[in-house]
Structures are given as C-alpha cells and as structure tokens.
C-alpha cells in the first residue's frame, strides 16, 4: 500500500502522529499469528493499493443520500465525502455545545487545551491499525457536551465513500467528550456508494465524566466492496453509563474494536450487538471490558445469525483487577448458523483477580426451534416468515435497549430487508 | 475458641508436602544434556530395534527445529535442556525379577507412597505399573491380565515383545511434531506403561500406573498407549509424587489412548507433582500432552484431579472421528501459593452425531493463577453434534487469579454447542450457615469445596475419588480470608 507523503508537520498534534507512526512501522498490519488476529485476515485489503488522502472534492446531493438518514426525526448531522467535511449536507451547532469538526478542534487555539487533554489519550498507542489512523487521520467529528446539557436532538455522524478515485481508505477520527451529568445519543453509519473497494480505518474516542450518559449506535450496512476496521475506546468515570449498540448486517469485511476502561465506581457498560450475515461477509466483534475500581457492572449481549459462506468471530475479554471487588460482569454470545457453509468462531474469555465478584459468560451455536416452526406452520405462517419471526425474536433482547424508537423501527426494516420477508408489523 | 482461622492457615502454610521424602536408592543416571549419541544411548540402553532408534532420532531432529510455546498464561523460568539427564533408572530394576528380589528401599518407598504392592495384590482388585524415575520397576498382575488376552506391561518390554502393535499406533495420535514437549519426549522417552484390551473383552480390574520422580537434575519423560480393541472396555488410573526439591524438574509426557468401534477408555489421573514450596521455589514444570482417538460408537472419558506441579501444561483431547463416539473431560485444577495451572481440553468433532462434555472445575488460592483454555471445533461434516461445556471458578483470597480462555468453532449449521462459565468465591452466608449449625469454618470449606467439586469426583473410580478428596482438603481449606 503506497502512503503518499502527505502530512503536515506544522500541525499542532505532530509530535503525537510521529510518534505514532513510528508505532505503526515496527508493528505493520496485524497478522493471523496474533492471538488477536487469529480468525481474520487482513490479507485481502492489503493487496489493494488505497489512495489515502483524496485528490478532488466529490459532491453528492441530499436525494441520493437521504434513505441512509434516520430523515424521519430532526438530528444534528456530520457528514463527509471520502473523508472530507460537506457542509451542505451536515447541520453542526456551537449553541451550549460543540458538535462540529475534528479539523477545527486540531487547528483552532480555542480547543487547544481540550485536545491536550484528550486527544490519543484513551485510544492504543501501541494497537498497530490505532496508530496508523492517529498518524494520518485528519477529519471526524468532533462533539464536546459540558457539565449539565443535553443536546437537542440525537447526533448522526457519517461516512460516505464515493469511490470516484478507485479504492480509498479512509482515516476517520471522532473525538467524543460528555462532561458530568451530561448526556448524548449518536448514531454513526460509514456508507460507499461505489463499486471500487473502500477501507475504512476509524477511531472513536469516548469520555463519559462523572454521571454523563452516553448512548452510541453503529449501523454497519455497507456494500459488498467496502470494508471497515472500527477502534473505539470508551474511558468511564463514576456513576456513568456508557451504551453502545453494534448492528452489522453488511460489509465485506467488519472489525469491531470495542474497549471499555472503567475508571471509577458504580458505573455500568453496556456492550450489545445484533448480526446478521450472508454471502461472503465477515464480521469480528473483539470486545475487551477492564474493571479498573470495585462495584461496577457489565453487560455484553450479542447475537449473530450466519447464512450463505459468511464468517462470523465474537471474542469478547473481561478482565477484573485485583482491587475491583464486587463487579458485576456478564457477557453472552448466541449465535444462529443457517447454511453449511457459513462459520462461526467465539471466544469469549475471563481474565479476574479479585474473589468477590460475580462474572460469567455464556456462548451458544444452536438452530431454530423446529417445533416452534411447526406451530407457525399450522397456523398458517409461511415457512419464510416463520423463520422470520423466530429469528426476529432471538435478536430482540438486543433492540428492545434501543432507545431512539426512529432507529429502533429502521433497524427492523434493515432486518426484515436483510431477511426478504415484509411481515408488515414492528417489533 | 479452640481453633482459629488464623491457626488454621498458618498451619496449612506450613503444612508440608506429604510425598516429599528423597528415598537413596542406587541408580544409574546418564551425564545432562541432550544431543543424537544421548537418545542413541538411551535406546541402546533399551536394547531396542532400529527402527525404534531411528523413529526417536527423527523425533530429536524435529525438536530440535522447534520452539518452546509461548501462547499459555503462565510464567517460568524456561529449563535448560541441556542441563537435564535424560536417564535415571533404579540399578535394581528388572522387570524380569520377581517382587521379592526388589531392592528394601524400594519397597520402603512405595510403603511411604501408600503403594504397598503385596498389598494390593491380595486385597484390592487394581494392577499397578510403577515407574520410578526413568524405568518402570513393577508390574503387578500380569499373569491373571494375560489369561484374558490383555497386555499390560512396560513401553519399553512392550516394544520388544509386541513390535507390531507399538510400530502401528504409536505416533499415530499425537505425531512426533505436534508440539514441542510431544516431539521431547518422543525422542527421549524411556518408559511408561503399554496396554491392549483385546476385542470384546471387558478388563476386569482398574489398572493403574504410579510416576515417581525420585533422582535430582532428571526429568522424567514417560509415554503410555492405550489401546482398546472392538467392543472392550478398561479404566486406567495414573498418579504421580515427587520429591521436595529447590530445583524445578521437568515432567513431559505423552499419552495415547485409541479407542476401536464400540470400544470405552475411562483415563484418570490424580497429579500431585511437587508444587514447589510456600515461596514459589522448586516444583515440577508439567509439560503433558494426552489425547485420545475416537473410532465409531466408542467412547474417551478424562477425568483429571490436578492439584500438585509448580507449573501445569496440560490438555487432554478427543478427536471424535467415529461417527456417533462420545468424548468427555471432568476436571479439578486446584492451585495454591505460586502454582500455576493451564489446563483444559480440546474436543475435535469431526464424525456425525459425536457428542462431547466438558466440566472444568478450577479452584485458586494464595497467589497462584489458575487457567482453563479449551477448544471446541465442529468440523463441516460433523453433523448433528453436541457439546455442552462447564467451567466454574472458586476464588480464595484476592491474590489470585481465574482465567477462561474457551475457543469455540463451528462449521456446521445442525451443531449445538453451549458453553457457560461463572467466576465466584465461597459464599459468606454458605460459611455462616454452616457455623451455625456447629460446624466450624475448617469442615464447612471442606464441605463447601467437595460440593463444588462432586460433578468431577463422582466420576472418579472409588479409590482414587478418596485419594483426591484427601488431597483437596490438604491444598485448600483455610484459604478463604
């Protein structure tokens, strides 16, 4: 893969992207001889030569594009183009709080000091992919809520590739930081819009202060060229609560980095996800959970549905410090396999050195019920829509948490769609 | 108040490792180090066959290319295999002789063991192979095993007396270059114990194989194989003591068991390595490799009371090749001070309708860390199969650790796999009703222990399912703070 040189050195952050990059030279990509890496290859994207930094502005118009807005509620948007900020289709707002560029928090000297604080502070410095993007990322959305607000409306952040230059990779960057007692619901989506092979590489850094709520949802629809490494790290203080929601039901190659650091008491995490693949698809759900201080919980819940040759990897880590006595951690994988070609490997792992905690995971590979399909049957249920349902039903526990019911009742569609049944009712 | 909490732990600290005694015996060890004229010597020692010569330098050649694994959660000084002697073997040993002319010392040994080989002759209906050190010193039972057809006898009589059995099996379930210990001991191993259950015959009684290291600066690098024919069955017992020493001996052995159409193997072991003592210095390094073959309708079950070795790398597996074979693994790892344990099992199922069980029960204390790491993989023709996998943790103290690596694969869209682990510590309440009712807090973690632990013990063979309990109380009580 060519790099162009590219990068600004005048930037107030070089320091911290020469070091990264530096990170990023002595790791390379991550290969299947890491344990992290054991069940997905990044062979195939590396063979293709990204473009990294666009050469023209491409612009789209808001028809085209509207289907992947939740358009029927009133949102703040972000949107980008191959990676650059589109004004015209994005609504940002200063008013009481920051939802804009991760460009202008890099340059303007107004946000300096938040930068200084934030910036690459919770994300790896040492995760190879992490580091590639603080080397070269240039844009993202940026979103600072202060002590005691809530914004409006719900913010939607997303990633349009055009692919009007051959293959792109892309480096988004968000910066999200919700001050006590704040609170903040975004729903981020990464879109091609091409046949040519797009890659993104982005990195989500969230900081839940005090109390503050965070409520993140991740749509992940994307064509059968466009592959996306997400990296988010979430670091926690006292009494937060910090949600994200994964639904992958697209892509040609899916890697979830998901990192919760609970810096703090009785906090809680929460950590779902509904899949459902066919074709050729890959999905990797790598979560890690660290119990840092005591009386804490959390909660993992994914369930996967795998049809036609797809692949899908859930290894989820939970580890518990010896001072973090009384966590709560609950973790849980089902997974669905309905076609003899499709594969699923789970690992969920335990890592704990306290002794009065609670923890447990549970992993199922099971099918549906045929008994249950029988009785649809009797009753007069087609065999399609019957396996709809049950299937319906195993990802509820997973959208009955979603809290926006706009989104909730767009992720049905995206399900019954994913599914070809319309049973005309949601769920 | 007679008896404190405090006594108890500090007397448990203290307490020292029964099996630790050094009996003097007269042996012959081979100068350290390992090179192609070592395991020349050692199988010209055997006195065995070329072909035996050559599959062992092959094996040395192989591991020679090899690295020693870096993927398990515990921490060790890695031994230098350079300075180990491959060799040790009691003078006195010769199998040919009767129980009689065995040295008095070794009799002494295997009294202290609990092993009193006349013994159990007359009063218990088990067959014992002992083997101390390198060599293999007494095989009790073979004349009424032989009426039956069943050859239970040393590896090491077994290659000259039954060359054709041992050419065709050995190596065909763990190869020479599975893994860097397996490729070790291929290449050095120097005795072990040799079993065949002939078709349609049902072994009669347990048999069972004692491993003692006795030497210093030795490792001991056993093999065992069995085989049972169509449509037997036996059970298999092994156990193994060490004595107390500062230095870190080597234990890497292979076990094989091949199990024909219709036929069941019941494996137990109760480890008790040494552990090294309350500092964490000294202790067997416990590098095993056992696995199982699985041919139609036959059955593997391991069940494993791990409770000694400073050091424990072990996963006994099942490939449930046969359509319809079962595979089972229960287990009790128990760590304590600074042992440390990975341990688990790997269920390969590759024939339709195979079903396997794992019960994994760990147990930590003190500082040790305690792992469960194991595979379950559903291979694409594997249809209709089941596994249903336990592992629990119990947590003592809060400078231990628990950790559950499982691996779960499938391939196969009729398979049916649950998997569940919890992680807890002995409850207050468990503890204060039991004081209640007048039993104090020594008996009720033994009380509570043996309740965590029944699912594996209960599978053991009555003898042993003593033995082991004996052995958890000795490792835990008190360890609750």
Redesign the interface.
């Known amino acids: 893969m060519a790099f162009e040189n590219n990068v600004d050195v005048e930037h107030p952050v070089h320091d911290v992207r020469t070091e990264a990059i530096k990170n990023f030279e002595n790791k390379g990509f991550p290969s299947k001889k890491e344990e992290a890496w054991k069940y997905t290859s990044l062979n195939s994207l590396q063979k293709i030569d990204f473009s990294i930094f666009p050469k023209q502005d491409n612009a789209i118009e808001y028809k085209d594009v509207k289907k992947y807005f939740i358009h029927e509620i009133d949102t703040y948007k972000i949107v980008f183009i191959d990676g650059v900020y589109s004004s015209n289709l994005s609504e940002t707002t200063h008013d009481g709080v920051d939802i804009c560029l991760m460009s202008s928090a890099l340059t303007k000297p107004m946000y300096k000091q938040i930068i200084d604080v934030y910036f690459n502070k919770v994300a790896s410095k040492d995760e190879s992919l992490t580091t590639l993007n603080t080397a070269f990322c240039r844009e993202g959305a940026y979103i600072y809520i202060p002590k005691n607000k809530m914004p409006k409306k719900p913010v939607e952040i997303l990633h349009f590739a055009t692919g009007n230059e051959a293959s792109i990779m892309l480096q988004p960057r968000n910066l999200i930081i919700v001050e006590e007692n704040a609170e903040v619901q975004i729903i981020e989506r990464h879109q091609s819009l091409t046949a040519n092979e797009a890659l993104t590489n982005s990195v989500t850094e969230i900081f839940a202060a005090k109390s503050a709520i965070v409520d993140y949802y991740k749509i992940q629809n994307d064509t059968a060229n466009a592959s996306l490494i997400d990296n988010t790290y979430v670091d926690q203080k006292g009494k937060s609560h910090v949600k994200v929601h994964t639904f992958s039901f697209g892509g040609k190659l899916t890697r979830n980095n998901l990192n919760f650091y609970q810096n703090g008491e009785y906090m809680d995490s929460t950590l779902k996800g509904v899949t459902i693949l066919g074709e050729k698809q890959h999905v990797d759900h790598h979560t890690l959970v660290h119990h840092i201080e005591p009386n804490c919980e959390s909660h993992q819940d994914y369930k996967g549905i795998y049809g036609d040759s797809s692949t899908g990897v859930f290894n989820g880590k939970i580890i518990v410090d010896k001072i973090a006595q009384k966590t709560n951690a609950f973790q849980k994988n089902n997974n669905i396999l309905i076609s003899d070609k499709a594969t699923i490997n789970s690992k969920p792992q335990l890592e704990i050195f306290a002794d009065d905690v609670k923890c447990s995971h549970g992993c199922t590979i099971g099918q549906l019920d045929e008994d249950a399909m029988f009785y649809m049957q009797t009753r007069g249920i087609p065999q399609k829509e019957a396996r709809a349902l049950l299937m319906y039903a195993f990802a509820n526990n997973v959208l009955e948490s979603v809290s926006i019911p706009e989104l909730k009742a767009r992720i049905n569609k995206l399900i019954a769609k994913k599914l070809g049944v319309n049973l005309g009712f949601d769920l | 108040m007679a008896y404190t909490e405090e006594e108890l732990k500090k007397e448990l600290e203290t307490k020292e490792y029964e099996y630790g005694f050094y009996t003097d015996l007269k042996s012959e060890t081979f100068p350290k180090g390992l090179n192609e004229a070592i395991v020349r010597a050692i199988s010209k020692k055997k006195d065995e066959p070329e072909w035996m010569t050559e599959w062992r330098l092959d094996a040395y050649r192989i591991w020679e290319q090899m690295e020693e694994p870096e993927?398990a959660n515990v921490h060790y000084e890695k031994p230098d295999y350079q300075a180990i002697s491959y060799y040790s073997a009691p003078v006195v040993a010769d199998p040919n002789k009767t129980l009689d002319d065995v040295d008095a010392d070794l009799l002494e040994m295997y009294r202290k063991l609990g092993i009193s080989v006349d013994e159990q002759k007359k009063l218990q209906n088990v067959a014992v192979d002992i083997v101390v050190d390198s060599v293999s010193v007494a095989t009790t039972f073979q004349k009424s095993l032989g009426e039956k057809g069943i050859i239970f006898m040393p590896i090491s009589e077994a290659i000259q007396k039954h060359p054709d059995l041992v050419k065709k099996y050995m190596g065909t379930v763990i190869p020479k270059k599975d893994n860097f210990y397996a490729a070790l001991n291929s290449a050095v191993f120097t005795d072990g114990s040799f079993c065949y259950i002939p078709k349609g015959v049902r072994c009669p009684m347990e048999l069972s194989t004692y491993f003692r290291i006795n030497e210093g600066g030795t490792g001991q690098f056993e093999r065992t194989l069995v085989i049972a024919d169509e449509s037997s069955y036996v059970s298999y017992l092994e156990g193994c003591t060490a004595p107390s020493r500062d230095e870190n001996q080597l234990h890497a052995a292979v076990v094989e068991l091949i199990a024909m159409d219709d036929a069941e193997i019941k494996y137990s072991t109760v480890q008790n390595w040494y552990p090294g003592n309350k500092e964490g210095k000294g202790g067997v390094y416990n590098f095993v490799t056992k696995r199982g073959l699985c041919e139609t309708r036959s059955k593997i079950s391991w069940t494993q009371v791990e409770t000694g070795s400073a050091v424990t790398w072990k996963y006994p597996s099942c490939i449930l090749k046969g359509n319809n074979s079962v595979g089972e693994f229960y287990s009790i790892a128990v760590t304590n001070n600074y042992q440390q344990a990975d341990t688990g099992t790997k269920m390969i199922h590759l024939g339709k309708n195979t079903r396997s069980t794992i019960i994994s029960k760990g147990i930590s204390a003190g500082k040790s860390q305690n792992s469960y790491r194991g595979l379950v993989q559903?291979g694409?023709r594997a249809e209709n199969a089941r596994n249903f996998s336990q592992c629990d943790?119990l947590?003592?103290?809060?400078?231990?650790?628990?950790?559950?690596?499982?691996?779960?694969?499938?391939?196969?869209?009729?398979?049916?796999?649950?998997?569940?682990?919890?992680?807890?510590?002995i409850g207050e309440d468990q503890l204060f009703y039991c004081n209640q009712r007048g039993i104090d807090t020594e008996k009720a973690i033994a009380l509570i222990v043996n309740g965590f632990s029944k699912e594996v013990l209960n599978k053991l063979p009555m003898e042993f399912a003593v033995e082991a309990q004996k052995l958890l109380e000795i490792s835990l009580e008190g360890s609750v703070g």
Not at chain 2, 405 to 425: C, D, G, L, M, R
């Open positions: 993927w559903i694409s943790s947590l003592m103290g809060n400078e231990c650790g628990a950790h559950t690596f499982p691996y779960i694969e499938a391939k196969n869209k009729t398979a049916q796999v649950e998997h569940e682990a919890t992680t807890s510590k």
